[in-house]
């Protein structure tokens, strides 16, 4: 899938700890191609929070900030079920993508 840009987020107001570094979490509510609407972000957010925290790669240097981009979902390049997240630093400047597996 080609980038999908996120345009709005909101704060889930969730901060946890990943490599000794308080990561604050927000979900994408309106991207290039969609808008979610709230009542979806709190759906997901329990279970992108426990696959951020059960996430055992290091994030990319300098993250402060992962915002949930793909709710729960398997796709043709990843089998696995996952969230799409987008890991930013405290500017908010985008320093990648990661997949958080469920578990």
């Not at 808008?35 to 402060?64: C, E, H, I, M, Y």
Request: aromatic content about 6%.
């Amino acid at each position: 899938m080609s980038s999908n840009k996120i345009i709005q987020k909101v704060d889930l107001k969730k901060t946890i700890t990943k490599d000794n570094q308080a990561v604050r979490l927000s979900a994408a509510t309106v991207t290039q191609r969609w808008t979610r609407p709230a009542v979806a972000v709190q759906a997901s957010k329990d279970g992108f929070t426990k696959a951020v925290q059960n996430f055992k790669k290091s994030l990319p240097d300098g993250t402060t900030e992962i915002a949930m981009r793909e709710a729960d979902h398997a796709s043709d390049n990843d089998k696995r079920d996952h969230y799409s997240g987008v890991c930013y630093d405290e500017k908010g400047n985008s320093l990648g993508k990661e997949h958080f597996t469920r578990k």
